[in-house]
């Protein structure tokens, strides 16, 4: 049944003083939500600009991989990857985003396919080792 | 039952109570959950759960 809450008594006071407290928290969730909705919103829209900006580079094999570093959210991902050396940078992410074979990357960079495959998988368990371990440095 | 009561039976782990808490905040929650016009349900998601937080924070 309802009942008018006039303030008066221990059970309507603890009721405002709840509600108050709810109100405020929903406020600063919703709050905390929509900063976090609008930052990766913001991500979202520049990463697919920018891999339409690579797609477009591609063809002429000119693969920006810094731009793409710049887009890395995890700071400790993006210290590891910006020691990396261009080419090796240049092969994980023609691999790992375009997708390509490496009889494709080796024809680009005019390395032998072992040779490529090799700087692939000696990146990724470097990468690997550096970010699982690195946090005891 | 007042509110007193089904807080502090909320406040311990009492289902129905919660529930009913949950029931009675609703169209706070319902409200703070709308964004541009449009329902949001992860933000009502989440809501719920600050909702239920705030249940175990709130000192008596």
Sequence with gaps: MFEYNDGIGINNIIQNQFTSYVTKSARNTRLQYLKKKYKRMQYEIS???????????CTNDDFNNFSIIDQIENQHLYKILKEQKEIDLYILFSKVIKNYTFEQISSKVGMGYKAVSMRYYRMIKKIKKEFLGGEDK | MNFYDILNNAKQDNQDAIYNILNMYKPLLMKESIVDGVWDEDLF????LTLINCIKKFEI
């Excluded at chain 1, 990463?47 to 580079?57: F, M, P, V």
Aim: aromatic share 6%.
């Design chain 2, 45 to 48: 998601q989440d809501l719920i």
């Design chain 1, 47 to 57: 990463l697919e600009l920018q891999l339409d900006y690579i797609e477009c580079d």
